[in-house]
């Protein structure tokens, strides 16, 4: 069994009594090395909730352990924060008129030139930013200042890292190349990553574990892989796949017999190859995603969405036949 190295516990902190606000009653538990994504919607409580965990926020109640040792709030000591975390925030909280390699290095002490020199060469290694030393921040793209950040933040012999939205700052061509970077450094250095985003794809393709939120509450926890295919909420299934969802008396129209009051399924789970018992539905338009195809279908006034990975294959006003041989009830 792994070693816990955060847990929370009944976790509560509210900005105003008379409306929902922060988070409410939160408990889980984050094991060393892990890659944590916090994911929800903007105002859901996230950011409040990274916070808590780093000692940023006084609580209202509940309490953060790191290595088991009660996590101080911001009034039980001079500079909040723990000193085995680190934050890296939205605006990077770098020195914008310094060098690189001088942002970096300036984490550790001078009893040591030559190995504090060492240590910063060989944390620019790991983010792929040794040829920017001599750079100044201003000169920077976004993506560059952002591995800057992280790199001052881990120089320290940090335990834990927290990332406040990583990529919010960082076009769609660096996220995949920044994604695969924070995994590998977890790997090589043994870092425990919790990182909040709204974007769900952070989290599939990060996380070693999810933690959804909405509005201040945690719905549902675990391996991305199972979170995804087991959705315990309609919420959880719309934000991680953009689920189609339709109600019972819908569902009915397409013989699909619900044991709640909707039914939730994904559009890659719909099979467009059919079977003895298929559906025809007629194709009210086609949308190009690059590899694929999303498909959108109607058939008695009903409206589902597909996934055609055989381009062109069916055109709009094509009649298809549709299975839907997996769904959730809820």
Same mark, same amino acid.
């Given at each position: ?49 990274? +916070? ?28 909040? $924060?723990?000193?085995? &975390? !680190? &934050? ?18 300036? &984490? ?7 190995? +504090?020199?060492? !240590? ?48 919010? #700052? ?12 924070? +995994? ?5 250095? $043994? ?38 295919? *087991?959705?315990? *909420? ?22 699909? #017999?619900? !044991? $709640? ?39 008695? $006034? ?13 055109? +709009? ?14």
């Amino acid at each position: 069994m792994k070693e816990k190295i955060i847990s929370v516990r009944n976790l509560t902190k509210q900005y105003q009594k008379e409306q929902a606000s922060g988070i409410r009653d939160i408990s889980f538990d984050i094991e060393k090395g892990q890659i944590v994504a916090i994911l929800g919607e903007s105002g859901s409580g996230k950011s409040t909730l990274l +916070k808590c965990i780093y000692g940023l926020l006084k609580t209202d109640e509940g309490e953060v352990l790191f290595k088991e040792k009660r996590v101080l709030g911001p009034d039980e000591q001079l500079i909040p $924060g723990h000193k085995e &975390m !680190k &934050m890296v925030t939205q605006d990077f909280s770098l020195n914008i008129y310094a060098k690189v390699y001088d942002n970096i290095a300036s &984490m550790l002490s001078n009893t040591d030139v030559q190995g +504090k020199r060492d !240590k910063t060469f060989q944390m620019m290694r790991h983010l792929n930013i040794e040829h920017l030393k001599d750079k100044k921040i201003t000169e920077l793209s976004g993506g560059e200042q952002q591995r800057v950040a992280i790199a001052k933040a881990l120089i320290s012999d940090t335990s834990v890292l927290l990332l406040d939205e990583p990529f919010s #700052q960082v076009d769609a061509l660096l996220k995949n190349q920044l994604r695969a970077d924070i +995994k590998r450094i977890a790997v090589e250095t $043994g870092v425990t990553v919790i990182m909040v985003s709204h974007d769900p794809a952070d989290g599939l393709f990060l996380a070693d574990q999810l933690l959804l939120i909405k509005e201040g509450q945690l719905l549902q926890s675990g391996a991305p892989a199972y979170v995804y295919n *087991h959705p315990q *909420h309609i919420y959880t299934a719309q934000l991680l796949g953009n689920a189609v969802v339709l109600d019972a008396a819908e569902a009915e129209k397409l013989g699909l #017999q619900s !044991k $709640g009051s909707k039914v939730v399924f994904y559009p890659e789970w719909v099979d467009l190859k059919g079977s003895w018992n298929s559906r025809r539905f007629e194709v009210k338009d086609v949308y190009y995603k690059g590899f694929y195809e999303e498909l959108l279908l109607e058939k008695n $006034g009903v409206t589902i969405r597909a996934i055609q990975l055989n381009r062109g294959e069916h055109k +709009k006003n094509d009649h298809v036949q549709v299975n839907i041989p997996k769904f959730l009830s809820f």
